[in-house]
């Protein structure tokens, strides 16, 4: 019995807004500090009804093969069953960053 391919709901902070996207492939980047995003999910062009919010995602991620998001900006990162709608939200309440290891004063 094959699998199938499995889908991802990836949260993410971008410019004070949450970016929810539907990928194929969530994986760290080679550039350190990085997850990489590849193969964007978007809902079929032949539904009536169009969300304006998903119709700007996919425009804005129309050209882009693989999108790299800083892990500190990643909210969270579900596989899911199916696809569901790609949203811009606005970001509510405090989201804490990632915790690093300061540099070492010299």
């Known amino acids: 019995m094959a699998s199938e391919d499995p889908i991802y709901r990836v949260a993410f902070l971008n410019q004070d807004k949450v970016y929810e996207l539907y990928v194929r492939h969530v994986y760290p980047s080679d550039m350190w500090g990085f997850v990489e995003l ?54 509510k309440g405090t989201v804490t960053a990632f915790p690093t290891i300061p540099p070492k004063r010299q």
């Open 38 to 91: 590849e193969g964007f999910i978007f809902g079929s062009r032949s539904e009536l009804l169009v969300d304006p919010g998903e119709e700007k995602l996919k425009q804005q991620f129309a050209d882009v093969k693989r999108s790299l998001v800083p892990m500190q900006a990643i909210i969270r990162i579900d596989e899911v069953r199916q696809e569901g709608t790609a949203k811009i939200s606005d970001a």
